[in-house]
């Protein structure tokens, strides 16, 4: 009995003394480890004479008892130390100034993209989208472009497998064919996003930005198509007179197909769109080929319409007066701040972009 109760005052004594955690946690293991003392007394237990025994048993498990609590008790203490010493270091200081929020802008593609739809969307025309990965099939062959079609060769394709069977789209073309195998005419849509062609050089980068048109109907013909351009370059260039000129052209997918040019000036070095005797070419149409419409189950007999594909980097370009395509992609911070858009709702200690 005195052994057990030299233990206990031993430890006890320890434990009233300043200790961390891996303290606790030695003075736990030298007595209740596999060769704690504690433990050991226990083992003890059958060398003394069974008369002894049952006290000394009860007076053991006493003292065990006393020590587990005074270590419970010990890292109680120590946990609350802690997190009192937490709170007193780590005070949020509310008197110092609020920090600049730095935010981004919006690129002017995503905003030329915003002003398109809005555009179209006013005529009646809905916003579908396609995916980036393509198969072969949507992007040229349900396009009336088989295999061997010069057009394939053109579009300086990125193709992700051998057999040439997926690749990134070259155009948004593919998403008219998408659009029209899972609904039933009419459709009027628009297809804005990403395109790839292998191409990089001052106008041309290898990702780039289309919108694609759609408008299949009873009796619709190239003069709505005309009228949709139309309207569609007098709103986003916000001019009221345009010239306008089509010039016959080849897509597999339309017949008769046209380049649209469109007239403008140079004032003091700048473009002014509607004005002018000079010519720039925006964008590919033509009224919707029937082989493209049998490949998605519409009768050409009963239903056409026209399509109509344009850049939209190159809107931007003309629009916002940017003349190297290639810094579009480059994520410049003072490239975007220059000719990014502000969201609508600017807090007021909003000092733009900084780096
Ligand atoms: N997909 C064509 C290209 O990328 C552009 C185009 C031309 C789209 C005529 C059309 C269209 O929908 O009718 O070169």
Redesign the pocket.
Known sequence: MSDIKKIKDEFLDKLSKDLNIENVNQIKSELFGKNGQISNAFKNLGSFPPEERKKFASDLNFIKDELQEKINKKIQEIEIKEINSKLDNEKVDVTLPERNIIRGKIHPVSQVIDEISSIFSEVGFSVEEGPDVENEHYNFTALNTPDNHPARDMHDTFYLDDEKKLLLR????PV?VRTMLKGKPPFKIIAPGRTYRSDSDQTHAPMFH?V???HIDKNINMGHLKGCLSYFIKSFFEVDKIKMRFRPSH?P??EP?AEVDIGYELKDGKIEIGEGDKWLEIL???MVHPNVLKNVKVNPDKYQGY???IGIDRLAMLKYGINDLRAFFETDYRWLNHFGFDPLDVPSNYRGLSR
């Open positions: 070259t155009h948004t073309s008219q289309q694609e048109g759609l897509f997918f339309t197909s590919g149409c033509g399509a109509f594909g």
